[in-house]
């Protein structure tokens, strides 16, 4: 239940959690793009770039408002699926929050767009800069070529005129002028096209540009002087090769018949060349009018870029159309000889018809192409063929074509008021008429220009266009009805017959079509004027109309929002939905108006009218909204305190539950201890951040509403701390048993390799020669092995007695497993080494003294067979003199004795050889026939020995008379008697084992004699039984007496033999006394060496355990040497037991002994007593330096968890000053600690002092060790304090900053509402508003260190 519980605590956590990151993140975007949307256009960076920039940004606000979107959808899906509780409530608030969010993101995409449309201008102009640019200097390279191309003609020409000229020549610079004249045409046309396009740059140009442009207009007045100079020269020229060519061919008809018919081929053949020459002429003529037609166009498309720039402007000042090379012609004078002037005068009338023609034709294509887009979308229009050079202007123009026409007018009623009139007149009026119609051409070239070029470029219509186009109509149409009027009075008095009247008519009805077409394009143009104007009008009212509305419901908006302030949050929220209600028709207009704008093209003042009303109404809306995100933020918070503190009281919940489980864990694994200190750490990290958020919500929320559970949720923050404490201590226990686990892990580790390393060299198979060389080498091995487990040995105390510690704190069953097998393995591993190791020197010591015994007693044995051998043959040879069976017999007698004083020899020889076939394992059979060879030999030897004994005796019974054995028999009794009855003082007084030995051995000496005089007392007894058997009667005397010897003797061989007995007996007893006594002595003597070599081995201090095994071994040596007194008292009353009745001079010996023993107890027990002072005080050292490392270690252990615990306290202000608080209370509380390793480090000198290698090295270690993880542990909390101090400073600047920036706006808030209520007043004055309108000036510039601090506080926050 519990977890099921803490699951779903833990989800909803991690979901509020997730919706509060979201939006956090989400306000952190948006703000940091409203920055980057109030930053100023760079100058430094291009457009293109800035461009993509924005554009990104764009992209980037896109991708904002979908993942708001998506954040709405899932809380949305949310509060469908659960039931509405506090967590749906906290919902609500942020799906309120994300909907102000949601608006707040559509103002900050609709200044983007604003933004970008800023960009796209600038982008526009700086295109358009590079674009005047580059056509500047296109214009220079085209004007630098016609200069080049003039001066090259004007050469040519100069050249032409100088040489005479030749008949032949005629036609060919005919054709010269006249093409000369069309490619003069065509440079006129295209100096034309670059005076517009100049003067178009000198009015909508830089200030670089109008300069270069100004210098360009000056040298193109210079050319178009040269052109027209060239052209009257030129057309001078052709006018007299033209007459010349005529006389010529007047002549040739009149010559015609008279002329061979050679020369009327040539003459025929002449008239064709020219005839095709001049129709050559004339397709090139109509080729490069097609040109000059598509030249034109592009001219109009390019001037149709300069719209918005010459919006104000009128018809332009020095563009004057050209005279044309009839006009021309007439104004210079001919010289030389002329053809007729009626001739004349038809080919200019012909050459006007052409040229009206042309015109008439390239007017109608312009009306068709203007009646296909709207009057104030076109392109600037150009009509091909007029010249814009006019000279005098506009107004001179149709000044001189009317004072011509009424001129004309006159001359013709006078002429119809004579008469008929005279027909010379004809061609004066002719002339006349030329000239009115060549003006009115020209003043029709004008108007077209203005009509198609001058307003093409503007782009909006005003009074003055609209009376000027209604003024141009009046024009057209008075000129048309006195061309009408003067072409009916023509065609009444020119003759009929007259060879140029129908060209005339001709040109004048074209004349007059393009009057009539030019009329109705000027009226169209009037009334579509008037619709536009009207429709402009209209707009600006409505825009007025906008203003007055937005301005009447901005008031009410902010009246109703200033009265609801004192109202409940709900009721406020219900009065800025009413105002955002409000505002949405206006919202509808207003958008509205932009569509009319756009459509309409209107001017720019009116779009900025149009753009302020839009920033009023954003303003408006962002006011509205910024009320409703505070009341939303109010709202929210509300609710995240409630849920925050029903989610801490789940956690401390939670948090009592897993505090009330038992203590003692049950785990598999260290890694499983260390998965439940992380969750641990987790779980109360996340309660005790969770406790500070409350306390923040807490303190925020108590800023603007009252608080009613003040108790509570002191009673709730008082039971998170209890639980926080007991979380620490728990916590501070696991990090310690991971920490011991970890060491104990290390350590197990390098006794398991230790173990190992041991166990690989322990060889698994037996020596396959046991000889002492192997012996050694391998007994170095095992002493090696044994050296390395006992260096170790503290070590694996330590390992133990950790784990022993540890298992206390878990339950661990493989922990205990690996321990105990480490215990049991290490124990077996030392017992073989050691088992080994003394069987192996144990073998060695064995078989070093039986190869010295046995070679000495198999050598004594080869001599003793040899002697033996000796004494056999001896025994079996011819008998030899008595006294030489004497000696033999006697020195026999002493072998006899030597081979039984070896047989102690060969009885330890024979044990020595047995012990080593029970302990060696190999190489026994050459032993075991050892031992065999010594034991049959031996006994070869004894068996032997009797016979040859029986054998001497018998050779000497036989040399030897009874009664003679008697006596020499009744000699060595009484020898044996005195020697006896020697000894027994002696032996009274004899002291030690040796001695003793010695006499003992000397009375089995005599024993062997007795055993040997025996042979001789059977031999003489036998004898008596012979002798009284074969002569009793003879010898009767004798008998008697032999008897009587032989009781006697008989009598004292018992008596001998018993005292030999009795003194064997004796002296055995006293031998057994002896070594017993001399035994113990031994063994107290070589136990208390032995314990004397122990004790100081023991003074060698080592680690705790051996000093606490070193104590319990001198308790159980003080017990053995309670016990050992008695044993000394025993062998004291042995001692003065057989020193008993005996001399004084002898008993010295065994009393400085006993004296000796008494002082080894006495001092041993002196050493043992002093051992263990000192065992007892390094103990009492060792306990100290154990509880002092212990007591480190918890301070370290308690620091290491707490600074763990204060990594995640830096969410806020609050949460950062507890941290440094925190911090510092424990930089403190180490400080005060410093004397525990002061204590420490004293009693680990000390230490130092008593003990040796290697533990001295352990200790030196571990000091290094404590004093670097102090060190260590301080230094992290001081960097940890220093940059936690860092990070208060920042938020504390912050804070600063932020109210700052908060009193700031408000106080900016404070004034901008004033100025709002002021603006929204209905009957405020001019002199107010003029005044309101500095105070706003006044109040925009201030923003901007405004601005710069919301940058610097967003600047401390991104750090923080």
């Not at 358009?128 to 001066?151: I, S, T, V």
């Not at 030249?295 to 004057?320: F, T, W």
């Not at 097998?821 to 290490?826: C, D, F, N, T, Y």
């Not at 314990?1091 to 023991?1098: I, M």
Request: charged share 30%; with cysteine; glycine share 4%.
């Amino acid at each position: 239940v519990i977890s099921e519980k803490q699951r779903t605590l833990y989800e909803a956590l991690e979901r509020q959690q997730k919706y509060q990151d979201s939006l956090q993140s989400i306000s952190t975007k948006m703000e940091n793009i409203e920055v980057k949307l109030n930053e100023s256009l760079e100058t430094g960076k291009s457009p293109e770039s800035q461009m993509a920039e924005h554009q990104a940004l764009m992209d980037e606000i896109l991708m904002l408002q979908d993942e708001i979107h998506d954040l709405q959808t899932s809380l949305a899906e949310e509060l469908v699926s659960e039931p509405l509780d506090a967590n749906a409530a906290d919902q609500l608030a942020l799906q309120s929050t994300l909907t102000v969010l949601a608006e707040r993101m559509a103002t900050i995409k609709m200044k983007a767009s604003g933004k970008r449309q800023l960009l796209e201008e600038k982008l526009n102009e700086q295109l358009e800069e590079q674009r005047q640019e580059q056509a500047l200097q296109r214009f220079r390279c085209e004007a630098d070529e016609l200069d080049h191309w003039l001066l090259s003609t004007r050469a040519a020409l100069d050249t032409t005129l100088a040489t005479a000229q030749e008949p032949t020549d005629m036609d060919s610079q005919l054709v010269d002028c006249q093409n000369m004249l069309v490619e003069i045409e065509q440079k006129v046309v295209a100096l034309s096209e670059l005076s517009v396009h100049n003067e178009n740059l000198l009015m909508e140009g830089k200030s670089h540009t109008k300069d270069e442009a100004e210098q360009l207009a000056i040298k193109l007045r210079t050319l178009k002087g040269s052109l027209l100079e060239l052209q009257r020269v030129l057309h001078d020229k052709q006018i007299n090769i033209q007459g010349t060519l005529q006389e010529k061919e007047e002549c040739e008809s009149d010559l015609v018949t008279s002329q061979s018919p050679s020369v009327q081929e040539w003459l025929a053949q002449a008239r064709t060349t020219r005839s095709q020459q001049q129709q050559s002429s004339l397709q090139r003529q109509k080729e490069l009018e097609e040109e000059l037609a598509e030249q034109k166009n592009l001219l109009r498309s390019v001037a149709s870029h300069g719209e918005e720039i010459l919006i104000h402007h009128s018809s332009p000042d020095n563009v004057c159309p050209s005279k044309k090379p009839d006009v021309l012609s007439e104004e210079l004078g001919l010289e030389g000889e002329k053809p007729s002037a009626e001739d004349q005068m038809k080919m200019k009338w012909e050459s006007l018809h052409q040229e009206f023609s042309i015109k008439h034709k390239l007017l109608q294509n312009a009306v068709e192409q203007e009646q296909d887009q709207p009057l104030y979308s076109r392109s600037n229009r150009l009509t091909s063929g007029m010249t814009l050079f006019k000279g005098e202007g506009q107004e001179q123009d149709k000044t001189s074509a009317a004072s011509l026409w009424a001129s004309l007018n006159e001359a013709f009623e006078e002429v119809s008021c004579q008469a008929g009139g005279a027909v010379k007149e004809s061609l004066h009026f002719e002339q006349k008429l030329y000239s009115g119609v060549s003006a009115t051409s020209s003043w029709l070239d004008g108007v077209e220009e203005y009509l198609f070029v001058a307003t093409g470029t503007v782009s909006e219509v005003t009074e003055t266009c609209l009376c000027n186009q209604e003024d141009l109509a009046k024009d057209i149409k008075e000129m048309a009805e006195k061309m009408d009027k003067n072409k009916h009075l023509f065609s009444q008095m020119f003759p009929e017959n007259a060879d140029n009247k129908d060209v005339i008519e001709e040109t004048l009805d074209c004349l007059q079509q393009r009057l009539i077409l030019l009329e109705t394009v000027v009226n169209h143009r009037c009334q579509q004027m008037k619709g536009r104007f009207q429709q402009i009008l209209n707009f600006q009212n409505d825009l007025k109309l906008m203003f007055t509305s937005l301005v009447d419901n901005k008031y009410i908006a902010l009246q109703k929002l200033s009265e609801a302030v004192d109202w409940p949050e709900t009721e406020q929220m219900q009065a800025v939905q009413q105002a955002e209600d409000g505002l949405k028709e206006l919202d509808a207009a207003i958008s509205e108006l932009k569509k009319r704008g756009d459509k309409l093209q209107i001017d720019q003042p009116s779009m900025q009218e149009l753009s302020k009303l839009q920033d009023m109404y954003d303003e408006l809306i962002k006011i509205i909204g910024s009320r409703r995100s505070g009341l939303n933020q109010n709202l929210a918070l509300k609710g995240q305190y409630e849920q925050a503190l029903q989610d801490l009281a789940d956690l401390i919940e939670t948090g009592k539950e897993k505090m009330a489980i038992d203590q003692k864990m049950i785990v598999s694994s260290r890694e499983e201890v260390q998965t439940l200190l992380e969750k641990h750490k987790e779980y109360f990290q996340g309660l005790e951040s969770h406790m500070i958020l409350t306390e923040t919500l807490f303190r925020k929320i108590s800023s603007f509403t009252l608080v009613k559970k003040t108790k509570s949720h002191v009673e709730l923050m008082g039971q998170a701390s209890a639980v926080l404490k007991q979380a620490h201590k728990r916590g501070v226990e696991l990090e310690y048993i991971l920490e011991t686990w970890v060491r104990l892990d290390e350590d197990y580790q390098e006794l398991t390799r230790q173990l190992e390393t041991v166990e690989t060299s322990i060889p698994t198979v037996g020596l396959v020669e046991e000889s002492e060389e192997r012996l050694a080498d391998r007994i170095a091995l095992y002493q090696h092995l044994k050296c390395s487990l006992t260096e170790y040995q503290p070590k694996l105390y330590q390992v133990l007695d950790d784990g022993k510690r540890l298992l206390f704190s878990i339950t661990c069953s493989e922990l205990e497993t690996q321990l105990n097998q480490l215990g049991e393995h290490w124990l077996s591993n030392t017992s073989k080494v050691t088992k080994e190791l003394h069987r192996l020197e144990t073998i060695l010591k064995h078989w070093t003294r039986y190869q010295s015994e046995s070679a000495e007693l198999i050598h004594w044995l080869q001599s003793a067979m040899d002697r033996l051998e000796f004494w056999t043959q001896q025994s079996v040879t011819v008998p030899q003199e008595l006294e030489m069976v004497r000696d033999h017999l006697n020195a026999f007698l002493e072998f006899s004795k030597e081979v039984d004083a070896k047989s102690s020899q060969k009885s330890a020889v024979l044990s020595t050889g047995n012990q080593l076939l029970r302990l060696k394992k190999v190489d026994t059979a050459a032993l075991r026939a050892g031992l065999s060879q010594i034991d049959n030999q031996w006994t070869e030897l004894l068996t032997q020995i009797p016979i040859v004994q029986e054998k001497l005796h018998q050779l000497q019974m036989d040399k030897l008379p009874s009664r003679h054995a008697i006596t020499e028999v009744m000699s060595w009794i009484s020898l044996m008697e005195n020697v006896i009855t020697e000894d027994e003082e002696n032996i009274k007084n004899v002291v030690g084992h040796k001695a003793i030995h010695d006499y003992l051995q000397k009375y089995k000496g005599f024993k062997i004699d007795v055993n040997c005089k025996q042979l001789t007392v059977d031999f003489v007894n036998q004898s008596v039984l012979q002798i009284s058997s074969q002569d009793v009667e003879s010898k009767r005397s004798d008998k008697t007496d032999f008897a009587e010897q032989l009781g006697v003797m008989n009598r004292r061989w018992q008596v001998l033999q018993g005292l030999i007995t009795e003194k064997i007996q004796l002296l055995e007893g006293f031998l057994e006394s002896w070594t017993e006594y001399e035994n113990n002595v031994l063994c107290l003597k070589s136990w208390f060496e032995t314990q004397e070599k122990r004790l100081k081995k023991q003074q060698k201090i080592g680690d705790q355990a051996s000093v606490q095994n070193a104590l319990k071994d001198c308790q159980e040596l003080e017990e053995l040497i309670k016990l050992k007194e008695k044993e000394v008292e025993k062998v004291e009353q042995s001692g003065l037991f057989l020193i008993q009745n005996k001399k004084e001079a002898v008993s010295v010996v065994v009393m400085n002994t006993l004296q000796e023993i008494n002082h080894s107890w006495a001092n041993l027990d002196h050493m043992v007593s002093q051992l263990k002072i000192l065992l007892q005080s390094v103990l009492d050292l060792w306990s100290v330096h154990k509880a002092s490392y212990e007591e480190l270690n918890s301070y370290l252990m308690e620091a290491r968890y707490s600074l763990s615990r204060f990594h995640l306290l830096t969410g806020s202000l609050e949460a950062v000053k507890i941290q440094v608080d925190n911090l510092q209370s424990l930089q403190d509380e180490l400080e005060k600690q410093e004397h525990s390793l002061q204590k420490f480090g004293s009693v680990t000198n000390q230490l130092l002092k008593e003990c040796h290698s290697p533990v001295t090295e352990t200790l030196n270690n571990t000091l290094k060790e404590v004093n670097m993880r102090w060190n260590n542990l301080l230094e992290e909390i001081a960097e940890q304090l220093h940059s936690s101090k860092a990070l208060l400073q920042l938020w504390q600047k912050y804070k600063t900053y932020y109210m700052q920036c908060c009193c700031t706006v408000q106080q900016y808030e404070d004034r901008t509402n004033e100025l709002l209520k002021a603006a929204s007043s209905k009957d405020i004055g001019d002199d107010e508003v003029t005044i309101w309108i500095r105070d706003c000036n006044l109040s925009h510039p201030a923003s901007h260190p405004l601005q710069m601090q919301l940058l610097c506080v967003e600047h401390r926050e991104g750090p923080a």
